[in-house]
T-cell receptor
Framework: DTGVSQDPRHKITKRGQNVTFRCDPISEHNRLYWYRQTLGQGPEFLTYFQNEAQLEKSRLLSDRFSAERPKGSFSTLEIQRTEQGDSAMYLC???????????FGPGTRLLVL | SQQGEEDPQALSIQEGENATMNCSYKTSINNLQWYRQNSGRGLVHLILIRSNEREKHSGRLRVTLDTSKKSSSLLITASRAADTASYFCATDERGYSTLTFGKGTMLLVSP
């Protein structure tokens, strides 16, 4: 148990619907990361926060994706107008500032029908 | 985009044998890490090796790093069925806080 929790663990939705995922990092970690992993691939970086500030976004993060971390604690990742290509595992990780190890949550598996 | 690649893509061994996985990457790095992922689960951190280190041990794990060849290897000795998982190397490029992962090696250890 790494201490990072994600909710829900699984989500099935129809194309065009909006979905929102939540990540609760390890409490003393001020950095939070989102990754996406498709079948047979390694995780790919989406975005990361230091406290409430979103410091970096990947070009993978299209306009339909938005992430927030309003109070510097939990974070949400919203996908609007989902497409079948959004089907993937969405992983959240956290770390201390300056810490080199990221601790991952169990992931949210999204299936878009 | 993926930073590098693990080799082999899949490895099948018997319990008690050693498993060696290799990772290549493309850019200058601060450190390289290895993670394990059981099927459909999150990633578990195994070991970190800094760019100025050449070898590191942790229990049954041995990691080497050759920055001149931009490659690393992970050796698991005396493997167990519970070691069955996918193994990923991840690098953080100099100046960046995020990790770039390879495609992983799927290890199957049979009893």
């Amino acid at each position: 148990d790494t201490g990072v929790s994600q909710d829900p663990r699984h989500k099935i939705t129809k194309r065009g619907q909006n979905v929102t995922f939540r990540c609760d990092p390890i409490s003393e970690h001020n950095r939070l990361y989102w990754y996406r992993q498709t079948l047979g691939q390694g995780p790919e970086f989406l975005t990361y926060f230091q406290n409430e500030a979103q410091l970096e976004k990947s070009r993978l993060l299209s306009d339909r994706f938005s992430a927030e971390r309003p109070k510097g604690s939990f974070s949400t990742l919203e996908i609007q107008r989902t497409e079948q290509g959004d089907s993937a595992m969405y992983l959240c990780a956290s770390s201390r500032q300056g810490g080199q190890t990221q601790y991952f949550g169990p992931g949210t598996r999204l299936l878009v029908l | 985009s993926q930073q590098g690649e693990e080799d082999p893509q899949a490895l099948s061994i018997q319990e008690g044998e050693n498993a060696t996985m290799n990772c290549s990457y493309k850019t200058s790095i601060n450190n390289l890490q290895w993670y394990r992922q059981n099927s459909g689960r999150g990633l578990v951190h195994l070991i970190l090796i800094r760019s100025n280190e050449r070898e590191k041990h942790s229990g049954r794990l041995r990691v080497t790093l050759d920055t001149s060849k931009k490659s690393s290897s992970l050796l698991i000795t005396a493997s167990r069925a519970a070691d069955t998982a996918s193994y990923f190397c991840a690098t953080d490029e100099r100046g960046y806080s995020t990790l770039t992962f390879g495609k992983g090696t799927m290890l199957l250890v049979s009893p």
